[in-house]
Nanobody, 125 residues
């Protein structure tokens, strides 16, 4: 089970840190991805991090404004988002897969097995 938190309503230029906590029965090793879905749009990739935290990947649209990291407790992953823009408004989801990080080419939603319920991020102009 995955649970996101940390969303909210902020003004353009602000920062938010989202958290994703895994609980219950989880694979021994898993990759965590962040996705977002705006109203009327498809779910899109935002960022991903390997089990060790040594490999990360970011969507081009947000590159330079994001940092994904694992907490000291291996079951927690953070997404730091800076300089938020109104177009970043969406529901943000974390997802996990037991596939090896190196075997995931596109980080499409279909590559991930477990999903959280999402947390709303709204950025006002």
């Amino acid at each position: 089970q995955l649970a996101e938190s940390g969303g909210g309503l902020v003004q353009a230029g602000a920062s938010l840190r989202l958290s994703c906590v895994a609980s219950g029965r989880t694979p021994s090793y898993y990759v965590v991805g962040w996705f977002r879905q705006a109203p009327g749009k498809e779910r899109e990739f935002v960022a991903a991090i390997s089990w060790s935290g040594g490999s990360t990947r970011y969507a081009d649209a947000m590159k330079g404004r994001l940092t994904v990291s694992r907490g000291s407790a291996q079951n927690t992953v953070y997404l730091q988002m800076n300089n938020l823009k109104p177009e970043d408004t969406a529901v943000y989801y974390c997802a996990a897969t037991s596939r090896a990080y190196g075997n995931i080419r596109d980080h499409a939603p279909s590559d991930y097995t477990w999903w959280g319920q999402g947390t709303q991020v709204t950025v006002s102009s």
